[in-house]
């Protein structure tokens, strides 16, 4: 019997050391110490030997069953240790590897105007007043003094809609009448920003659709002289402090008089280039007083009130900032173009 046990001793020993991972070792373990394992069951038979070998046997059976208990925690603590280590080598991570670029998404070059334009004119305590894309015949061209069959109405080709006299706004201008409306009779000192419509061919230089900021001051006792003044303080912090302006008179039918203005060109600062056509000057916008049809149309006596309006291309500034010749960019959906912004 003592032979026997030192026999399962000595194959468990071997056996365990053979062991090369935490499952064959945990196997080895059922089938040794496990209740049915063979060394447990020695330990069970103490009773079934010889009375005079019983004490010498028991003593012994315990020894090997110790022996084999810590043999067993030992290896089953470094297996794991070399698991672990193995795993860890396995998914490592290599701290010196540059990380992966994340896009980080931008503002439209329009917007981007759009917003700078929103603070100059925020600053000077005008409020943002917005209207809709689609409008009437009515407010996109009779109320601002332009009837049908008036020749200026050559200056907006119009995308008309299946409803007889609702087309899409052709300029941001009849936001002047529904501002007039809800204000009246208060003074009003609005920017009305939007979408406009265009049925044109499209080319480098003109787009079916593009934003307009439209502005409009009305009160007592504005004049001419404010126009120009706000107008003049808007081109310095949009184009720069010392950039020169002129006004050119033109004409609009919903303002008396009309003017163009022009800035120093910012590109070649006035000593003329492609851009400016080599004039030195820069169209920004079109402005002048409003018609006293038009006050009449909002609500407002033109006897007692008077007011000035403007009109500006938010691509079109753009495009003159950043040298952009073809206006289709904008619309294009091209991240070439719209990364470099
Ligand atoms: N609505 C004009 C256009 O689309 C721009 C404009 C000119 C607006 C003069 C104005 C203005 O308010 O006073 O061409």
């Known amino acids: ?33 496990g209740r049915k394992g063979n060394i447990y069951l020695l330990t069970r038979q103490v009773g079934q030997v010889d009375p005079a070998e019983r004490p010498a046997f028991g003593k012994r059976i315990n020894e090997i069953k110790t022996a084999l208990e810590s043999a067993y925690e ?6 794991r240790t070399a698991e672990l280590e193995a795993e860890l080598a396995g998914s490592a991570i290599d701290v010196t590897l540059p990380g992966r670029r994340s ?35 009515h407010y996109n061209f009779e109320l601002l003094n332009i009837p049908q069959h008036h020749p200026a109405r050559d200056m907006w080709d119009t995308f008309h809609t299946v409803t007889p006299g609702v087309i899409l706004r052709t300029h941001t201008s009849p936001g002047q009448i529904h501002a007039m409306h809800d204000y009246c009779p208060e003074p009003i000192r609005v920017i009305l920003p939007g979408m406009c419509y265009r049925y044109e061919q499209i080319t ?89 049809n038009v006050l009449r149309n909002g609500g407002y006596d033109p006897a007692v009130y008077s007011g000035f309006a403007f009109g500006m291309g938010p ?3 753009a495009m003159l900032k950043y040298g952009i010749d073809d206006i289709r960019y904008f619309w294009g959906n091209d991240l070439r173009f719209l990364a470099q912004f």
């Not at 030992?74 to 297996?79: D, G, K, P, S």
């Open 103 to 137: 896009w980080h998404g931008r503002l439209h070059p329009a917007t981007q105007t759009l917003r700078q334009i929103y603070r100059i004119w925020g600053d000077m305590g005008f409020q943002i007043y917005r209207s809709r894309d689609v409008e009437t015949d």
């Open 315 to 317: 691509e079109r500034i």
């Open 204 to 292: 480098a230089r003109s787009e079916i659709q593009f934003h307009q900021v439209e502005g409009l001051a009305v009160g007592r006792n504005i004049t001419f002289t404010d126009l120009k003044g706000t107008l003049t303080a808007f081109a310095r912090r949009m184009f720069g402090a010392d950039r020169a302006v002129r006004f050119r008179a033109n004409y609009f039918p919903f303002t008396e008089p009309s003017a163009e203005m022009d800035v120093e060109c910012i590109l070649c600062n006035g000593s003329g280039c492609q851009v400016c056509k080599y004039s030195g000057w820069l169209e920004i916008l079109g402005c002048g007083m409003v018609h006293p």
């Open 74 to 79: 030992e290896r089953l603590a470094t297996l």
């Open 1 to 33: 019997m003592l032979a026997q046990a030192e026999q399962s001793y000595k194959e468990a020993l071997s056996q365990l050391e053979g062991a090369e991972s935490t499952a064959v070792l945990e196997a080895w373990y059922r089938d040794t110490l």
